[in-house]
């Protein structure tokens, strides 16, 4: 029962474009979404977060979109750069108050 | 200095032996948590520990046995291994702002 969803296991981007990571989810009590990048051999490390009152979140290079009514989130890179390369994990919760549960991720390549 | 840090990084060993797996946390957390990220990619939670009490045990086979001594720390015991448990199992802890923070993982090998 995937309650979190990335269709895509991978994504090849070149640099300077935009990338768009893609997450549904299928649980309408999640209110908290976020997004982790994980390089090899290191844990996830928190990239941005959105809650659940809004429908997009910015910081820096880095968007996140939501959209309740679809159930679906997406994650912009823009412009992309080769250290970007990572495998990217949508992560949602209830209110913060459960753990979070994680989608399969997606690897990103940032090809230069 | 790891904020998060797991010890060991890579376990290899023989099906039925025990073994245990160590997190410790210099963050302040309350919170720590046991994630299993299995072949198939999932990062699924094992067990939640807040101020070390049990809060969360999410159908781990009972030859797990989390143990948490004081709340900087959050080891692993699995007991007679299987094929199975091979996988990569990643120890996080979570602030008041609800983030996470992960360790580098412990890949273990049942051989």
């Known amino acids: 029962d995937q309650q979190v969803k990335q269709n895509s296991p991978s994504l090849s981007v070149q640099e300077g474009r935009i990338s768009i990571l893609n997450c549904d989810y299928t649980?309408?009590?999640?209110?908290?979404f976020l997004w982790y990048k994980k390089y090899p051999a290191e844990g996830p490390t928190f990239l941005i977060s959105?809650?659940?009152?809004?429908d997009k979140n910015e910081d820096g290079r880095f968007t996140v979109f939501l959209n309740k009514s679809a159930k679906h989130l997406s994650l912009h890179i823009v412009p992309s750069q080769p250290g970007d390369s990572a495998v990217y994990f949508c992560?949602?919760?209830?209110?913060?108050?459960?753990?979070?549960?994680f989608g399969k991720g997606t690897r990103l390549s940032v090809i230069a | 200095d790891t904020a998060v840090s797991q010890t060991p990084k890579y376990l290899v060993t023989q099906m039925g032996n025990d073994k245990s797996i160590k997190c410790e946390q210099n963050?302040?957390?309350?919170?720590m948590y046991w994630y299993k990220q299995d072949s198939k990619k999932f990062l699924k939670i094992m067990f939640s520990?807040?101020?070390?009490?049990?809060?969360i045990n999410e159908t781990v086979p009972n030859r797990f046995s989390p143990k948490s001594p004081d709340k900087a720390h959050l080891n692993l015991h699995i007991n007679s291994l299987e094929l199975g448990d091979s996988a990569v199992y990643f120890c996080?802890?979570?602030?008041?702002?609800?983030?996470?923070?992960f360790g580098s993982g412990t890949r273990l090998t049942v051989v």
């Open positions: 992560a949602a919760s209830d209110s913060g108050n459960t753990p979070l549960v």
């Open positions: 649980n309408s009590m999640f209110d908290y």
């Open positions: 959105i809650s659940s009152i809004k």
């Open positions: 963050l302040g957390h309350d919170t």
């Open positions: 520990y807040n101020n070390k009490e049990l809060i």
């Open positions: 996080a802890s979570q602030g008041a702002t609800g983030g996470y923070t």
